[in-house]
């Protein structure tokens, strides 16, 4: 049943992407298009209904930042949620995490139905992927991207649940958090945020500018003026100006800051060792990932200048079997590969392999803000004061937002 309902993803995010062409493809498009409309209808309506105070947000007496986006599928907001945690972190603040654990095992549902009807916030506590000193969750219980975060940022508390109010809190009473990130958090607004962190792929920075299911936003553009600081990401050496001039009409006063995915080396995902990136320049691998886009990491493995040889792609935040990598490992291994590569998200997912054929390596990859720096340091201004340059300092005050 698994793989039939991942096909039929597979199928359907085809169609969205424009694809596959056809009957059967027009057929669903069409279908898809009325469910949009009605989808469009509801988020406005409900974001009118917080707009104008009659449901209301709650204020839990600390900063909260939200970063997120427009659409669906990989846009970069783990790496920037990373990046901003450290460099906050550096200036002193106590930052935990919060995020809704996306395709995380859920817990049963008894404990859920009690948790919803429950006030007690110890008899149900958030799933802590990291209490700031170690990491007490795998990438099933917690999700990938919080495991992820959990593993990069030693002395960050990483908290998993759907009600992020109940995460925010059990944050501040338990580990005494001083600012609060939602990862993944623009459409949640039961919490109120300080500051609308909204990042835009330059390559799709509207997908096929549809809703869901029909496309791939969220929101309709025009909710882009929400948004405090606006992170255009897999920018190029020049400015795309026509996009720019576009996310400057969407929204007048938000600071733009334009980055990129920057590779910093390759990871043996058995044992840890670090290998530079032209590690792989000339040789022949197997790249195997299950992210919204897998050939933009196919294509930035070639640039690296590694032959990708064979690929397997599967659905976004596909949960591998041991049976899926041992079958491509021996692929790999057939081909006389050199190596194994995948993404560092899929790399957590990957079950524990002994001795295999051939390496399993997963590319290390990191925010590098291109244009737009003053922006990003008037941000942690706004947080945080300057570093901390040593362990007596005291911490700065928060900046008045």
Known sequence: MRVILERFERYAVDVILERREGGRANALKFVLGGFARLYERAVQTRLGLYRRRLLRAQE?????????????????KTPVAEMLARELQIRGRRVAILSRGYKSVPRPFMQRLRSRISNNLDLFPPRIVSDGDKVLL?????????????????????????????????????????????????????????????????????????????GTLREPPGNLRRASYIIVTRCGPEPDENLLARLRRLNRTAAIIECNHAPRHWEDIRTGAKFPLDHLRGRHVGAMSGIARPESFEEGVRELGAIVEITKAFADHHRFT?????????????????????TEKDAVRFPEIDH???????????????????????????????PVTSAGATRSAAAAL
């Open 60 to 76: 839990l007496g600390c900063p909260v930042v939200s970063i997120g986006n427009l659409t669906v599928g990989g846009t970069g």
């Open 356 to 386: 295999p054929p051939v390496p399993m390596l997963f590319l290390r990859v990191e925010i590098e803000i291109l244009r737009g720096r003053k922006h990003w340091e008037e941000l942690l201004g706004r947080l945080a004061g300057p």
């Open 322 to 342: 041991k049976k899926e990598i041992l079958r491509f490992l021996e692929w790999c291994d057939r081909r006389s590969l050199d190596a194994l590569v995948t």
């Open 138 to 214: 795998d990438s099933r219980r917690a999700g990938d991207e919080p495991h992820m975060l959990a593993k990069n940022l030693p002395g960050v508390c990483v908290l998993v649940d759907k009600d992020r109010v109940k995460s925010g809190l059990h944050a501040l009473r338990h580990f005494d958090s001083d600012l609060l990130l939602l990862d993944d958090g623009l459409q949640y607004q039961r919490l109120r945020h300080r500051l609308d962190i909204v990042l835009v792929d330059r390559q799709s920075p509207f997908g096929n500018e549809h809703l869901l299911p029909r």
